[in-house]
């Protein structure tokens, strides 16, 4: 890639604080991930160049009821700012409270709303990626927010899929009404409720969203198979999107951040660390997610599902590899990291999708979702989350 033809591919975005304008530069934001984006794993991504750091997934209700495991999941790491937190609610209710909270008591700087999850747990109660195809719905809980929001100038943002299946497509219309309402910026996950994470996502759609609210001047942000720097480029030269959003690829590697800025700023440089030096990054983030849930056991246990995805390509025993899945101790895993034999790092597969490939399936939704989109129907409150 040249790095005349692309420096200056990016302009900073622009997150409007109350305290004046933030900009985020270059525009790369890391995804809220439910389990994953903790602070301790927002920090290793902070520290490689991510612009943006969202929370998980948090239930709006489960906030307003000061459930402890919600509380914790919004402390911010150290120095970490703007503070960004994601909510997830069906009820506007709800979450007009649960934003109203926010502000009151100080708790973040940025709010993102869910409307892109596409996990039966959600969905089924009209949740997620659901919730589009009902447009009142939809702009009742967004107006609620946004409404909610703005006597702390706390920018709203929203995230969502294409729509439900490739019968029910709601992005057009569910992000011009976002945009209406007030919203900073949209980001599309160019895929269905219906693919999961399966097949490629369609960036063509995030650029028909991007031609749809030119007029509106609300920017677009991109997600779905972003796995190296170069992915970046070719999403917002393909798409014109403002920025990208990244999820699973930086699962096991939260160097991608740094990838991802060296390309969109026309350098061609690609972190390519050497086992010895993933080990290193991988006992600091144990480190940190010991600390940040002031338990060894537990944050011990955390730490196990990342293993897999930072030792992604690398040659490991699989001795090692299965005890650094069962790990009990930081001591424990200490020695285990220490028995790695260093090796380059495996290009060919460390750029390669990890994380989540779940098969496309039908959305499981509530009776009757379907037959009308502007029917106000009674859907359960959400309790889908039930420590967070």
């Known amino acids: 890639m040249a790095g005349t033809a692309i420096t200056g591919l990016l302009n900073p975005l622009r997150l409007p604080l109350a305290s004046g304008d933030h900009l985020i530069d270059p525009s790369v934001v890391l995804a809220p991930m439910a389990g994953i984006t903790n602070a301790p794993f927002r920090t290793l991504c902070r520290e490689q160049g991510a612009g943006l750091f969202v929370s998980e997934m948090v239930t709006a209700r489960a906030l307003i009821e000061r459930r402890p495991e919600t509380m914790r999941m919004i402390v911010p790491g150290k120095d970490e700012w703007p503070r960004s937190v994601q909510l997830y609610s069906v009820d506007p209710t709800t979450m007009r409270a649960a934003v109203t909270m926010i502000g009151k008591e100080n708790l973040a700087d940025h709010i993102d709303m869910n409307f892109g999850c596409p996990v039966p747990k959600v969905t089924r109660k009209g949740g997620g990626a659901a919730l589009p195809f009902k447009r009142k719905l939809f702009s009742n809980i967004v107006q609620a927010a946004v409404e909610a929001a703005k006597p702390f100038g706390i920018p709203v943002t929203v995230k969502m899929r294409i729509g439900i299946d490739s019968d029910h497509h709601t992005f057009l219309e569910a992000a011009q009404s976002a945009a209406d309402l007030g919203v900073a910026w949209v980001a599309l996950h160019a895929r269905t409720a219906a693919q999961m994470y399966e097949g490629k996502a369609d960036w063509s759609k995030i650029a028909e969203l991007v031609e749809h609210l030119k007029s509106s001047g ?55 660390p050497t086992l010895h030096q993933v080990r290193e990054v991988m006992f600091r983030h144990a480190h940190l997610i010991v600390e940040y849930l002031e338990s060894e056991d537990r944050g011990i246990r955390d730490m196990r599902k990342h293993m897999a995805w930072y030792l992604k390509g690398f040659r490991v025993a699989r001795e090692i590899r299965h005890d650094l899945g069962m790990v009990s101790s930081l001591q424990e895993m200490r020695e285990l990291l220490d028995r790695l034999e260093e090796q380059p790092y495996p290009t060919e597969v460390g750029d390669k999708p990890r994380g989540r490939t779940s098969h496309g399936r039908p959305p499981t939704l509530p009776d009757g979702w379907l037959n009308d989109p502007d029917e106000l129907v009674h859907v359960e409150l959400e309790d889908a989350f039930s420590g967070g």
């Not at 990208?244 to 969109?264: E, H, I, Q, Y």
Request: hydrophobic content about 40%; proline content about 4%.
């Open 218 to 272: 609300v920017p677009v942000l991109g997600n779905g198979d972003i796995w190296s720097g170069k992915d970046a480029v070719d999403m917002v030269t393909q798409t014109g999107c403002a920025g990208v959003v990244v999820g699973r690829g930086c699962l096991g590697r939260p160097w991608l951040f740094a990838d991802l800025v060296s390309a969109l700023e026309g350098r061609e440089s690609e972190l390519t």
